[in-house]
């Protein structure tokens, strides 16, 4: 074994080794077990809430396949349609081209090139994360098999009733010239204005007046509404205003949606530039005038004036023409929400357009009541009633979207614009008896992305074909996944597996939050405090790190403001950490629905994890190889109560280990092992193994039994460990299983560690518990009177019971050892003890004498020095958090922080001015 341990030097290579090997793929015996990946972005690069989320996907997986399921996790990309069609449009515009110049066929054939030779990079990332997908069935939602799922659903959908077109609003982006979905959408708090206007009343008799923060929709005003309870204007109520800037009169309507409180309490109304002025519209039966173009620019329905005039440049032009009409009454300072495009970051506008809807209400009644009768169950539940909330008030869904790259809509026009929908035209004319002379015209439009991903969990199983695969695996066992998704994608796989497979698509859906940094700010390029899982992984050097995070933008403002805050939050760049480090600390973090806060030095610690099971593995081995290790179990072994004790302990954990991983507390899961590796194991049970391993008078077969405890265990904990930390443990169980007699081809191929009540040892627990109470006594006193680990000591015991007077002499060995004692002497309960440091182990006085041990007066002197020192800090703390300045100015993270520095030198104060108490008696 190398002395130190490098991840770089292990990782790829048994990744390559499994996925070589086939391991991923299921396995054809046990119970089926089936996971699918929430498919990634072809165009996609792996971020930390990838591979938090992929790392707890993969511990289920890996635990579940050692458990002896037979285990699948479905591999696969989503097209992103706007996303990829982006990507590819921009690389056409470095040479000078648009998608239009090439056509749609070309352009299609130039983004399967594209995805070819650079898609699926995030694919690559997820395998250095050490994912156990099952790349040998990998499936992408626009290959032909998901292609012909999304046509035989749409298709039959639209015989149902249940898929329409139909003219409606919808969020539009003007720069891609498509209908986007409200994930899409991405609103954020801006500056903006708010202009109250004035509205003349049809006969003269006075004004209304009105607030908006967009002037230019005023064009397509179809009302003004008022409250039906506001006594101000209900003598108007069915009166009309004549529209400024336009020969149009429009009516006074009352409606409850007015807030009478807010502006003046008259409300423009217009129907098709906002989603409640269009519902309004639908309840008062108003016309519905679109006044933009598909660029957001003013259409043939506005007066000539304002018409080809951007929304903005109108915006400026009817402000003016409406200050020169003496009707502009004010315009105030104004915060608004501003809906822009997550890709072109243009702002959205809705939109009234001809769009295909699917009618969502009958297919979410039975989604509500799987999830309401249990069938469906959520951790943590409280997503249920998100879930529910969402659904009782869904809205139909719009499917369509103006681009090219995606399923194409499979409807066809004749020349009357009458539709045919079908697989494709040959079946549309049989279907619907057309002549061959007349001319078909194939739809357009796409499907919005989510369409063929609601299909994911039985499509990439091969339906609609009824496959080995789909029969084995649907419903699969559980969806892990982040909340923001729970609309978009979660309840559209249950509404559409519920109709297309007459059962739900998952049974527990398994919900993680934000990863955040380590002060709960969401990650950011521009507050240079985001992570990629890949630095973290191999390292990056800070020049290296700034610019990566720079090249290529745009704008020198912005590529400023990254590099000065990525040099401000990583100013020594990314230490490598390697990838079992990173998956422990996501796991460590992993509590059930709460964002996570990522904090490098929580990996780093993670990492002396590894470290200390690499040397602990080092030391069981070179204690081990070449010795008779009882691993035929031929011959008899002897186990000391170390031995004892650790395979009583190891017992109790598997069965903890057992109960997080089905209530997916990987957090638990985790810090269980964590504390039995490092602590029970390497800090306790290692060195209990010494006083018999280097004991010249030990028997063969005691040094057999604690040799073979030494690898059975660490074996035992190389198998527990393997699903959170799986390049690690692979390694480290090829060195240590054959010494054990345990023989395969992978770790990962054997079973997963089950409890033996037969090994369970109380006595041996309880007696170990007792023995470390004395030896840590022992380390206590030598840590307060600072006395050097290397001295040997003597010790007096006294008010103990029998069983600790047996307990003494029995361990006589062990304590000799591990707490560097020359001599134990029993004192008689009656028997005067010289002037001792005391500790206790139960009733039991531990005495050391310090005739000799101690300069007294050096100690007098080293301890008062200390608590002189930590005065001052305490002095400092205490002025910060007295002064209102600071505690109203500073950052919470950094009120914590001096709060928790407080407390600690509190509490290191009053541990010293009690030594120097002790000092005082001796």
């Given at each position: 074994m190398d002395t130190k341990y490098n991840p770089q030097s292990i990782e790829q290579h048994w990744?390559?080794?499994w996925e070589t090997q086939d391991y991923f793929s299921p396995s054809g015996v046990g119970q089926p077990y089936c996971i699918m990946i929430p498919p990634p972005n072809v165009t996609g690069t792996l971020h930390m809430g990838h591979a938090f989320q992929d790392t707890i996907m993969d511990m289920l997986t890996r635990y579940h396949k050692m458990q002896g399921d037979n285990t699948l996790w479905q591999a696969g990309c989503d097209h992103a349609g706007i996303a990829t069609q982006m990507v590819v449009e921009r690389q056409l515009a470095q040479e000078g081209l648009s998608r239009h110049d090439l056509g749609r066929d070309a352009f299609i054939e130039r983004v399967w090139q594209w995805k070819a030779h650079s898609g699926g990079r995030i694919t690559q990332q997820?395998?250095?994360?050490?994912?156990?997908?099952?790349?040998?069935?990998e499936r992408f939602t626009m290959d032909?098999?998901?292609?012909?799922?999304?046509?035989?659903?749409?298709?039959?959908?639209?015989?149902?009733?249940?898929?329409y077109r139909g003219k409606r609003l919808v969020n539009w982006d003007p720069v891609l010239h498509t209908a986007v979905s409200d994930l899409e959408v991405i609103s954020a708090e801006e500056n903006g204005a708010l202009w109250h206007m004035r509205y003349p009343l049809a006969d003269g008799s006075g004004s209304l007046v009105v607030a908006t923060t967009r002037p230019e929709t005023m064009l397509g005003d179809t009302a003004v509404a008022v409250h039906p309870e506001d006594k101000r204007y209900q003598h108007l109520i069915g009166q009309k205003v004549a529209l400024p800037l336009t020969e149009r009169q429009i009516p006074i309507i009352a409606d409850d949606y007015v807030d009478r409180e807010f502006g003046t309490g008259c409300v423009k109304i217009t129907p098709a530039h906002d989603f409640n002025d269009y519902e309004i519209g639908k309840r008062h039966n108003l016309d519905i005038i679109n006044v933009l173009t598909i660029d957001a620019k003013m259409n043939d329905a506005v007066p000539e004036a304002y018409r080809g005039l951007d929304r903005y440049e109108a915006r400026k032009q009817i402000v003016n023409d409406l200050e020169a009409a003496g009707l502009m009454v004010a315009v105030q300072p104004h915060k608004l929400m501003v809906p822009r495009g997550d890709r072109s970051h243009s702002v959205i506008e809705p939109f009234l357009t001809d769009q295909w809807y699917v009618?969502?209400?009958?297919?979410a009644e039975p989604a509500i009541k799987a999830a309401e009768e249990g069938d469906i169950k959520f951790v943590p539940e409280n997503w249920a009633k998100t879930y529910f909330e969402w659904m009782r008030n869904i809205q139909d869904w719009c499917i369509s979207r103006q681009i090219w790259w995606g399923h194409r809509i499979p409807a066809w026009y004749d020349d009357a614009g009458r539709v045919y929908v079908a697989d494709d035209e040959q079946h549309a004319r049989q279907k619907y008896h057309l002549a061959d002379n007349v001319v078909l015209t194939q739809d357009e439009d796409v499907l919005d992305t989510w369409f063929s991903s609601a299909l994911w969990p039985f499509s990439t199983l091969g339906w609609p074909e009824n496959t080995d695969r789909l029969k084995t695996f649907y419903p699969t066992s559980v969806l892990v996944t982040g909340f923001d998704i729970i609309f978009f994608w979660v309840a559209r796989m249950i509404m559409f597996g519920l109709k297309f497979q007459a059962d739900v698509p998952f049974k527990e859906i398994y919900i993680h939050g934000l990863v955040r940094d380590g002060e709960g700010q969401k990650m950011s390029k521009s507050k240079g405090n985001v992570l990629d899982p890949l630095d973290l992984i191999d390292g990056i050097d800070l020049e290296s790190l700034v610019k990566k995070r720079t090249t290529g933008l745009m704008q020198p403002e912005m590529a400023r403001q990254i590099e000065q805050a990525t040099r401000k939050h990583f100013p020594d760049g990314i230490q490598a950490y390697g990838t079992d480090a990173l998956r422990f600390t996501f796991?460590?973090?992993?509590?059930?629905?709460r964002d996570i806060r990522f904090d490098t030095g929580r990996i780093e610690g993670y990492r002396n994890f590894c470290n200390k099971l690499w040397n602990a593995s080092r030391y069981v081995l070179m204690n081990t190889e070449g010795h008779d290790t009882g691993a035929d179990d031929?011959?008899?072994?002897?186990?000391?109560?170390?031995?004892?004790?650790?395979?009583?302990?190891?017992?109790?954990?598997?069965?903890?280990?057992?109960?997080?991983?089905?209530?997916?507390?990987?957090?638990?899961?985790s810090q269980a092992l964590y504390d039995f590796v490092w602590n029970e194991y390497c800090d306790w049970y290692l060195e209990?193994?010494?006083?018999?391993?280097?004991?010249?008078?030990?028997?063969?077969?005691?040094?057999?039994?604690?040799r073979q405890t030494l690898l059975r265990v660490l074996e035992t904990l190389l198998r527990l460990l393997h699903p959170i930390m799986p390049f690690i443990t692979e390694e480290l169980w090829h060195k240590v299983a054959p010494l054990a007699g345990i023989h395969g081809d992978s770790i990962m191929l054997r079973s997963y560690p089950q409890a033996d009540d037969n090994k369970t040892n109380p006595n041996a627990e309880a007696e170990i518990a007792w023995l470390k109470q004395v030896i840590l006594g022992v380390r206590r006193i030598r840590a307060e009177m600072d006395i050097a680990p290397s001295k040997q000591l003597s010790i007096l015991c006294q008010n103990g019971s029998e069983e600790d007077q047996q307990r003494l002499v029995g361990n006589d060995n062990f304590l000799k050892s591990l707490a560097r004692l020359a001599s134990i002497t029993w004192l008689e309960s009656e028997q005067t003890a010289p002037e001792s440091a005391a500790a206790l182990a139960g009733d039991m006085q531990i005495l050391i004498p310090l005739a000799g041990l101690i300069d007294k007066a050096a100690?007098?002197?080293?301890?008062?020095?200390?608590?002189?020192?930590?005065?001052?800090?305490?002095?400092?703390?205490?002025?910060?958090?007295?002064?209102?300045?600071?505690?109203?100015?500073?950052?919470?993270a950094v009120l914590e922080q001096e709060q928790q520095r407080l407390a600690d030198y509190s509490g290191a104060l009053e541990q010293l001015q009690g030594q120097l108490e002790k000092i005082k008696v001796l």
């Open positions: 990744y390559q080794q997820l395998r250095r994360m050490g994912s156990a997908l099952d790349w040998q069935h032909d098999g998901l292609s012909e799922a999304v046509k035989q659903v749409f298709v039959q959908l639209y015989d149902e009733g249940l898929i009618k969502i209400a009958p297919l796991a460590a973090l992993a509590s059930t629905g031929r011959l008899a072994v002897e186990l000391s109560l170390a031995d004892q004790w650790i395979i009583s302990a190891l017992q109790e954990l598997v069965q903890t280990i057992h109960k997080h991983f089905k209530q997916y507390r990987f957090d638990l899961a209990f193994s010494k006083p018999v391993i280097n004991n010249d008078a030990a028997s063969e077969a005691a040094l057999r039994g604690t100690e007098w002197h080293r301890l008062s020095k200390e608590i002189d020192k930590i005065n001052k800090e305490l002095a400092k703390c205490e002025n910060k958090l007295n002064n209102p300045n600071f505690v109203e100015r500073a950052p919470a």
